[in-house]
Each structure stands twice: as C-alpha cells, then as structure tokens.
Nanobody, 123 residues
C-alpha cells in the first residue's frame, strides 16, 4: 500500500473541498481506509473511515452531517467530500489504511499513511 493524498487548498467558511486518496500500488481494496487530521498545535485525530467494500462508515462527531467518505475500488481511490467547512476544520489531512477490512479503529495507529494535504479554512 502506498497512499497519495490530494485535494487540499484554501477555502472560505461554508465552502467545500473534495480530498482524494489513491493507492499507487493498487492493493488497498481489502483494507479499511480513512482520514485523520492534525490542526495547529493539536494532536492527530480521527475524521472518517470506510470499510473495504464501503458497507461501513464511521465519522467523528465534529464532521457528521458535513463530511462524506466514499471509495471506488476500481480506481483504488477513497474520497472525502467536505461541505460547510468551518474554521476549526483547518488542518493537515492524512489518508491512512489499516490492516483490517471491516473493523474501524479511531486511534491514529493505523498501518499505512500517506503524506498530508493542507486544508485551510478562512473567514
């Protein structure tokens, strides 16, 4: 598994962004994949994750109803659609894949990590 995250940028409050995570080795189709983020001066925190076939999703309370995670295994990609962005969503967002297929853990101790992509929300 080799993850590459993209899609970050600068957006105003209330705006939207779509992050993408691609596995360049095309092997994460059986893994749980998700997103974590780390804001300025904060610890890395869980954002959202999706099981291997998309049947199970999990979201942090802070993003429920605003963010949507999805995956397209044919394209070896996982997406995070972020709407109604708030100032507190500003962070580096990291794509990660775990060794499990279904069980979603929310601690940032997953097996595989991509580089981060910066999301900045401005007023």
């Amino acid at each position: 598994v080799q993850l590459q995250a993209s899609g970050g940028g600068l957006v105003q409050t209330g705006g939207s962004l779509r992050l993408a995570c691609v596995d360049s080795r095309r092997t994460f189709t059986n893994n749980v994949v998700g997103w974590f983020r780390q804001g300025p001066g904060k610890e890395r925190e869980f954002v959202a994750a999706i099981s291997w076939n998309g049947g199970i999703t999990n979201y942090a309370d802070s993003v429920k109803g605003r963010f949507t995670i999805s995956r397209d295994n044919a394209k070896n990609a996982v997406y995070l659609e972020m709407n109604s962005l708030k100032l507190e969503d500003t962070a580096v967002y990291y794509c990660a894949a775990d060794r499990t297929s279904v069980r979603i853990r929310t601690t940032p101790t997953w097996t595989y990590w991509g580089q981060g992509t910066l999301v900045t929300v401005s007023s």
